[in-house]
């Protein structure tokens, strides 16, 4: 719906009043419309378009003086936010956002509702129970909003929201000058990962059963993951066969925290100095791993410290899910084990985890 946010009459120059001509020449019938003829769209509010509003006005039984404001906007179907705005009916519910579809950047958990929005690029959201009231963008400079112009089987609008500039901001939903509900806007810049793989063997014949034709799957489901969420993208810099001259045994360790473990059985280091400098994100797949008080206890799948992550063939089935997991470790995020948790990437259980980065460890993942 067209927005405008002053009166005009005669004299009164600019874009509302070029609006105002396009719409006078929409409504008022040719004959009646100034020597028969439409209105030139100049955006000047001359004598034709000042007799043309009054002939408008006396249509809709308004008073005719020629004066564009509150009640003549109205009429023309334009949604007036200026002076002397008049609120219309409050909606049968609460305003409320939510999202276009899952995994899109949307995380309605949190007050109020946030949706992450590339920088030049734009998300669409659902908005309820809000027919009839003004949308706007309290900085259109970092996002704008629009409405996509047709009518939803859900009963709602659909708001495209393009980001224009890093930062946030907010769009307001207005009756007249009140604010009734709001959704906050990440407007975010593209991080990119290098991600570096490398498929480990000892010398003694242990060596992961992995191989590099699948690791192009991984990458896609880790961008599927982050990239419309976080606005994170992997780059694979390379996937390469390492050797470790040593025999690490039927498990690589992490045990540099455990007392009383010999200095011999932590790995990790030996492991890990094999990595890509350059990486962003080092992964090492072995054969098993393990890094607790229980090494005989097969209960972890992957570790990760850093840059570098160390990876077992027995980690799962969701191995694209398990490996963006880790990154998130990499850049900032930590384990989550509350029940409510499950939906999300972050939460800490091999395959029972989601795929949904919440507003927190986006905001963390890329800032």
């Not at 100034?34 to 408008?56: C, H, N, Q, W, Y």
């Not at 880790?222 to 810099?237: F, H, R, S, T």
């Not at 072995?286 to 209960?299: A, L």
Request: overall charge positive.
């Amino acid at each position: 719906m067209a927005t405008a946010n002053r009166m005009v009459q005669k004299g009164s120059t600019g874009p509302d009043v070029k609006m105002l001509q396009g719409l006078l020449n929409q409504k008022v019938p040719l004959p009646k419309l100034p020597l028969g003829k439409k209105l030139v769209e100049d955006g000047i509010f001359g004598s034709k378009t000042d007799a043309a509003t009054r002939t408008f006005q006396q249509m809709k039984g308004l008073k005719a003086d020629g004066i564009v404001g509150p009640k003549t906007w109205s009429a023309l179907g334009v949604t007036y936010t200026g002076p002397g705005a008049i609120p219309v009916a409050p909606p049968a519910g609460k305003p409320k956002f939510e999202e276009k579809q899952a995994k899109d950047g949307f995380d309605g958990a949190v007050n109020p509702p946030w949706q992450m929005v590339p920088m030049n690029e734009q998300k669409t959201v659902i908005l309820k129970n809000a027919a009839d009231l003004n949308v706007v963008s309290r900085n259109p400079s970092i996002a704008t909003v629009e409405d996509v112009p047709k009518c939803f089987v859900h009963g709602g609008r659909e708001l495209i929201i393009k980001g224009k500039a890093k930062g946030t901001t907010f769009i307001d939903v207005k009756n007249g000058a009140t604010t009734l509900a709001s959704l906050e806007v990440a407007v975010k810049t593209k991080k990119m990962i290098r991600a570096s793989f490398h498929l480990v063997e000892d010398n003694a014949g242990h060596k992961t059963s992995r191989s590099t034709g699948s690791i192009d799957a991984w990458v896609k489901t880790m961008n599927d993951i982050l990239l419309p969420q976080a606005n994170v993208q992997v780059i694979k810099q390379r996937a390469i066969s390492v050797k470790i001259n040593k025999n690490l045994g039927a498990v690589v360790r992490f045990s540099s925290h455990l007392p009383g473990v010999p200095a011999s059985e932590h790995e990790w280091d030996l492991v890990t100095a094999k990595g890509d400098g350059a990486a962003d994100f080092n992964v090492f797949f072995v054969w098993e791993y393990e890094q607790d008080i229980n090494p005989n206890h097969d209960d972890t799948d992957a570790g990760t410290l850093g840059k570098n992550c160390i990876f077992e063939d027995n980690a799962g089935t969701n191995v694209g899910d398990t490996l963006t997991h880790e990154l998130g470790h990499t850049l900032g995020c930590g384990d989550l084990y509350g029940a409510a948790d499950k939906p999300l990437l972050m939460y800490g259980i091999t395959d029972q985890r989601g795929q949904k980065v919440n507003k927190a460890h986006a905001n963390t993942m890329n800032p």
